[in-house]
Structures are given as C-alpha cells and as structure tokens.
C-alpha cells in the first residue's frame, strides 16, 4: 500500500468522487460516502492539524484543549450529513467542502467560547457601540453574539475569521480558497445584516451637559 497522502489517496479519493457524482441526487450514497472518508481520513487529519494549530491555536488551550483528533471526528460527521446532498466534481472540490465544514465547526466552537466570557475588545471590533455598564455590556453581548450565530454560513465563517479571529481579507482568502473580492463582499454583508439586526440596541447616551452645544 501507498503512503497515505501519496499519490495513491489522490487517485483513490478522485475514483469515489467520480462515482459520487454519477449517482443521483436521490440515490443513497451511505456506501460510497464512507468509503470516500475512509480513504481520505489520513489527509483529513493533517489538513485538521494544519487549521487549528495555524489559525485556531487558542482553541488548543484552556479550557478546550481541542485536538486534532476531535476536530476530526466532527468534521466526518457534518460530511457524511453533507455528502449526501452535495456531489463535489473533483478533488480539489472534495478536499475544498472539508476545508469549509471544518472552517465552520471551529468558528462555530470559537464563538460559544466568546459566549461564555464576552470580552469588551469584541464589542468594540464590531464597531457598534462604545463601552456601558457593566450588566447593559452583559446584555448587548448576548445580543450581538447571538446576532453573530444567526448569520448565513459562509458570511459568519468571514466574518469570525476577519474581525474575531484577526485574520486579514487575504489570509481569509487563501484559507477558504475565495477571492479577496469575495470575501470583502461577504464581510461587508455580515455588517450589514449586523446593523440591521443590532439596530434596537440600547446603549448609555451622553448628558446634556457632555454635549456639544
């Protein structure tokens, strides 16, 4: 046998996606699926090593402590969910639809980590609003982490990567293998959405003597 993230996996990964995509949308694809992850498992795993430990290390420490092999385990479970609808035309798109779940399940785990300990430097990355109370922080955190999970996947993925992650519209380009174009225009969209859905928030307004008269 090959090594594992030889040639042969390339070979042997291209000959799944190939029968993926010849089966229909409603034909079951559990056998080939599975065979397909199995096959890929090896690259899978480094691909997972390479992501956190270069874009996600915080993850790895206190109180997460992720590791690759966990990581991993999540991202087959949202493929075989995922495959069953989606049929990738190449490799390079299977090995692209990883990247993505992956992606999203560690910026899903970063933002409930922001949940339980909201930080005053998130709130004021996002540009919304300046500092308050203490219990009226306590509250607009909620809201605008919440605001966050709600939206649509690849502007949430873009925007945990470029404004929580610190990751600049190139770097994010080159993770998620769009163009800087691209990117620009999904986070742009995420503020959008964000503005229009934290528009409500109620925040501290200065006295009239603090005013400019």
Sequence with gaps: MGPIDGEDTTAAVEQYVV????????????????????????????????????SYPRLTHSPL????????????????????????GSVRQFFALANQHMRWEL????????KQTPDVALLESLAV????????????????????DGLPDEE????????????????????????????QRRLNRSLLLLTQSLSELQFDQPSAGECDT
């Design 19 to 54: 029968r993926l995509a010849e089966l229909g949308e409603e034909a079951p694809a559990d056998e080939i699926v599975r065979a397909l992850l199995s096959r890929a498992v090896g690259r899978l795993h480094l691909l997972c090593l390479t992501v956190l430990y270069q």
């Design 156 to 183: 949430r993925e873009v925007f945990s990567l470029v404004r929580i992650q610190g990751m600049t519209q190139a770097e994010a380009a080159e993770v998620t293998g769009v163009s800087t174009k691209t990117i």
């Design 129 to 148: 609003a300046p500092e308050s109370s203490g219990s009226e922080l306590s509250q607009n955190a909620r809201k605008i982490l919440d605001a966050i």
């Design 107 to 114: 910026n899903d785990l970063a933002r409930r980590l922001d």
């Design 65 to 88: 402590n992720l590791q690759a092999e966990e990581l991993l385990s999540s991202v087959v479970e949202r493929l075989l969910k995922a495959l069953q609808k989606t049929r990738p």
